[in-house]
């Protein structure tokens, strides 16, 4: 089983449509969450991360975290063209310079 | 914000020669810096984590002979794929840790651009 699981996608959505990326992951210890976005050609930039369960806001991207049942989520409203992207998940231990886990990532296309 | 500078951002070379990938700090100091490949669509496999002054730490199935890696300061790190053949090409991303007080993270994980390696 893998630490992170992501569904690669492809996911195509018309322009202004909500968009709901998730990830599962299966070390209960994991305490940090994050979300990257990745251009083509380009390194990943972060997007949004949390620590533990909650919720996170920053303008039209919001992030979730269910430590319960292991599970992260990543919305975005009002979709735009350039939010085609690869949607990373990665998660990581808390404490210390501990490495990032990867999904496998979601690729969005957002079509006018 | 923390900027990491990664060159080349595009590099052809011919089997068997060596090729050196860098990866600058720009304003902050790196003490760890993590070196990632990436194959078409797919995610980052993370190969090695460089720490400033001492030897890299491999993940299984990474040749280290292969795979150089060298962080001699706090700015930067390199990593050179020697001897390369056709299967060694790929995207190479380097990663820095940026500050977080008292090693609390803080969201500060930033990348380089990546280097997209062809060996012909």
């Known amino acids: 089983q893998k630490e992170v699981e992501q569904d690669p996608g492809p996911l195509s959505v018309p322009e202004g449509a909500i968009v709901s990326l998730n990830c599962t992951y299966s070390?209960?210890?994991?305490?940090?969450f994050m979300w990257y976005r990745q251009y083509s050609r380009k390194g990943p930039e972060l997007l949004m991360y949390?620590?533990?369960?909650g919720n996170k806001e920053d303008g039209r991207f919001t992030a979730q975290v269910d430590k319960s049942s292991k599970y992260i989520s990543l919305f975005i409203r009002d979709s735009q063209p350039s939010d085609s992207a690869t949607y990373l998940c990665a998660t990581m231990f808390s404490g210390g310079y501990n490495k990032l886990i990867f999904g496998a990532g979601t690729r969005l296309a957002v079509h006018p | 914000g923390a900027v990491v500078s990664q060159h080349p951002s595009r590099v052809i070379c011919k089997s068997g020669t060596s090729v050196k990938i860098e990866c600058r700090s720009l304003d902050f100091q790196a003490t760890t810096m993590f070196w990632y490949r990436q194959f078409p669509k797919k995610s980052l496999m993370l190969m090695a984590t460089?720490?400033?002054?001492?030897?890299?730490?491999?993940e299984q199935g990474v040749e280290k002979d292969k795979f150089l890696i060298n962080h001699a300061s706090l700015t930067l790190s390199t990593l050179t794929v020697t001897s390369a053949h056709p299967e060694d090409s790929s995207f190479y991303i380097c990663?820095?840790?940026?500050?977080?007080?008292?090693?609390?993270?803080?969201?500060?994980?930033?990348f380089g651009s990546g280097t997209r390696l062809t060996v012909v």
């Open positions: 070390n209960s210890a994991f305490q940090y």
């Open positions: 460089s720490n400033e002054g001492s030897k890299a730490t491999y």
């Open positions: 990663s820095a840790r940026v500050g977080g007080i008292g090693g609390r993270y803080n969201g500060g994980y930033t």
């Open positions: 949390t620590y533990s369960s």
